[in-house]
């Protein structure tokens, strides 16, 4: 049975950084590409990042792009999501979830909370 | 930036059809997925890639596509089907996932 399950989430500062992890099971990881997706408190969902089954490809929204890194080790059945210089609108509930058939997102973690502020 | 809109809320009565739609420029030529989210859930995929269903999503739910507009269609509505609802493409312009703002569904 397919399982996400993300970690790191905490009460930051605004410019500190944080590591957010996403460990899968149940299926072939290193098959699988993977994103970060995002949702404010009240708010609706917004897409982070992207990264290829291979780590090759990576692609950011415009919000956060040179802020964060998407990275995966298929080693560990694991995909990270190292944020930088974070800023209030970075508060969010942050969700790893797995690409599937047709550019979906098929199966999605419970999430992790992250809250900056000062 | 490809842009998708949805109307914010849709209310209908137990038992009738509920239209959620979802605009944006060509639709009709991408892959349209919709995701129910519950509060304090995660979201979850219920229509994929021109209409299919993942295991355990009733038939009740269906996708449509076609122009400018994508819709999800919800017959015989239930209580338990009260959440809000987002669709989602890829843009290959900007290598870009989108999500539609969401629509908050209120069965009455």
């Known amino acids: 049975q397919e399982q996400l399950v993300e970690s790191g989430g905490s009460v930051v500062q605004p410019g500190t950084s944080l590591r957010l992890s996403c460990a899968a099971s149940g299926f072939t990881f290193s098959s699988a590409s993977m994103d970060w997706v995002r949702q404010a408190p009240g708010k609706g969902l917004q897409w982070v990042a992207f990264?290829?089954?291979?780590?090759?490809?990576?692609s950011y929204d415009d919000s956060v792009k040179g802020r964060f890194t998407i990275s995966r080790d298929n080693s560990k059945n694991t995909v990270f999501l190292a944020m930088d210089s974070l800023r209030l609108e970075d508060s969010a509930i942050y969700y790893c979830?797995?690409?599937?058939?047709?550019?979906?997102?098929?199966?999605w973690g419970q999430g992790t909370l992250v809250t900056v502020s000062s | 930036s490809y842009v998708l809109t949805q109307p914010p809320s849709v209310s209908v009565a137990p038992g009738q059809t509920a239209r959620i739609s979802c605009g944006g420029i060509?639709?009709?030529?991408?892959?349209v997925s919709w995701y129910q989210q519950r509060p304090g859930q995660a979201p979850v995929l219920v229509i994929y890639y021109h209409g299919g269903r993942p295991s355990g999503i009733p038939e009740r739910f269906s996708g449509s596509n076609f122009g400018n507009t994508a819709s999800l269609t919800i017959i015989r509505v239930e209580a338990g089907d009260e959440a809000d609802y987002y669709c989602?493409?890829?843009?290959?312009?900007?290598?870009?996932?989108?999500f539609g703002g969401g629509t908050k569904l209120t069965v009455l």
């Open positions: 979830a797995r690409d599937g058939e047709g550019d979906t997102l098929d199966y």
């Open positions: 989602q493409v890829w843009d290959t312009d900007s290598a870009h996932r989108v």
């Open positions: 990264l290829s089954h291979d780590g090759g490809i990576k």
């Open positions: 060509n639709i009709g030529r991408k892959s």
